[in-house]
């Protein structure tokens, strides 16, 4: 199936305020370690941005900014909306955020309830709630695995239910932390096409530069705690010298 | 160990149907009906069989999942060992290890029977509450039989970190287990120290990653809009039905402690 980029604006974008907006951000693990060191970012409405480095670069930790799990040092900002106390649900509700390890994110005894805990703890009714369930299961392929318990899946599977339980919550922006590993090559193609399809803002993280390629026409590089490079993803894709630095590779 | 959690049969049966509060406090009713019982035990059997009877899905579903959950309670039956002795009766054996003067009377030997078998009963019938009521819509109905918000988010996520606590040590067990290679005409496993090492070690870590763990899945959880209570989607108003097997459950209750004190 050929790839097509969908550009048109999605709701959003009328209110100016960017997406993510983020501002000198420093982060230290509770053991010292300085994990971000000055990171800097805006994201408008509707923008699809790749997020790549090397291990430990500092991708997971920065995602877990963006919907106040863990809290640094310096601004951001989720559609204009500070990360406070009282607003906290409100962005939550906002940012589908998806775990590098489907482990962590699934917690519930089915995949049902896992995928209509979102939903529901958003104050949806029940009617609204199997339908939100039903179409988040068949986007990502696992309609048949409802009753199933989410630690007896494959980690593929688990992945694309992780996946499911955001899309429920019908988010506008989607932060994804390497949603792709682990997917067989079909799984990886409908992973592709489904983003492809979904008129949100994104920010993916990923080893895999042929996803950065085909979907990402914006690239963040990280490395050890900052961002060393934001523009475009094929000026960057043709710098060997520059990939080979951070440790990257031509898709 | 996975076998012993894995509680909730997916079927709907009578039983699944029925409103959680009067499944909660039927469960509780029994068992300390059952505790308080006298130790003749003609009357509690006969519940135990209509308990039992009531629905031959779920026990079909459960087979023998159900029986060796059954034993769960098996380390606090056996600590009620010592009325065995304790209990004043027709003396029936002696026994006199280190010095101590230990006699078994029959009195002792009925209690301890009836001890065995009520605990034997109560279990069964906490199995047949969780097997018919899944874990979110329990917490629930606790809340609505008004026990505080923050009792019931330390049970739930108790119960969750259970799971996490089983699965970290799964993992940390089989990545010992892969590694345990012997060579052929060697003596594997190191020295009983070394071992005895390595088993504190993988302790300590089964602590630490579940901690790390449990802080993920919270995280998770506030990230799917978790604000201290667990919402569920089962029905939870009482119908004409749910009135009648209270009413029945009540007179069950009775019955037994009237049989039972005879
Ligand atoms: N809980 C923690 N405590 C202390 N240091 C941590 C913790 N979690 C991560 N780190 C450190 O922070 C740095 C960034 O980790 P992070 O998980 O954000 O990297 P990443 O870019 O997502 O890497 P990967 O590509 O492997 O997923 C690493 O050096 C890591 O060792
Ligand atoms: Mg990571």
Known sequence: MPIHHDNSPPPQAQTGAPSILVRELNYRYPDGFHALRGLSVAIAPGERVGLVGPNGAGKSTFMLHLNGLLSGEGEIRIAGLPLSKEKLPEVRALVGMVFQNPDDQLFSPTVFDDVAFGPLHMGYGEEEVRQRVAEALAAVGMADFAERMPYHLSVGQKKRVSLATVLAMGPELLVLDEPSAGLDPRGRRQLIELLDGMALTMLVSTHDMRLVDELFPRILVMDAGQIVYDGETSAVLNDDAFLRAHGLEKP | ?262
């Open chain 2, 1 to 262: 160990m996975e076998a012993l959690l894995d509680r909730f049969i997916s079927v709907d049966s009578p039983i699944h149907c029925l409103d959680l509060r009067v499944k909660l406090l039927a469960t509780v009713g029994f068992i300390v009906g059952n505790a308080a019982a006298g130790w003749r035990m003609a009357g509690l059997c006969a519940a135990a069989a209509a308990i039992d009877a009531v629905d031959q899905r779920i026990r079909a579903v459960a087979g023998f999942g159900a029986l060796k959950r059954s034993f769960i309670a098996l380390p606090f039956m056996l600590a009620g060992f010592s009325v065995v002795f304790a209990t004043p009766g027709r003396e029936i054996a002696q026994w006199t290890p280190l010095g101590l003067d230990l006699r078994v009377t029959d009195a002792g030997v009925v209690r301890f029977i009836s001890i065995m078998l009520r605990t034997w009963l109560s279990v069964q019938m906490a199995i047949l509450l969780t097997a018919t009521t899944d874990f979110p819509a329990l917490t629930h109905a606790l809340r609505h039989l008004k026990v505080p918000a923050v009792l019931v988010s330390i049970i739930a996520f108790m119960y969750r970190y259970l799971f996490v606590l089983v699965e970290e040590a799964q993992r940390l067990l089989r990545a010992r287990a892969s590694r345990s290679a012997v060579l052929p005409g060697q003596k594997g496993g190191g020295g009983l120290l070394w071992r005895a090492k390595v088993a504190g070690n993988m302790g300590g870590q089964l602590l630490v990653r579940s901690m790390a763990r449990a802080d993920r899945v919270y995280m998770a959880m506030q990230a799917r809009g978790y604000r201290g209570e667990l919402l569920t989607m089962t029905r939870h108003t009482m119908q004409r039905r749910d009135w009648q097997a209270a009413a029945l459950m009540l007179l069950l209750l009775a019955a037994v402690q009237l049989v039972g004190r005879v």
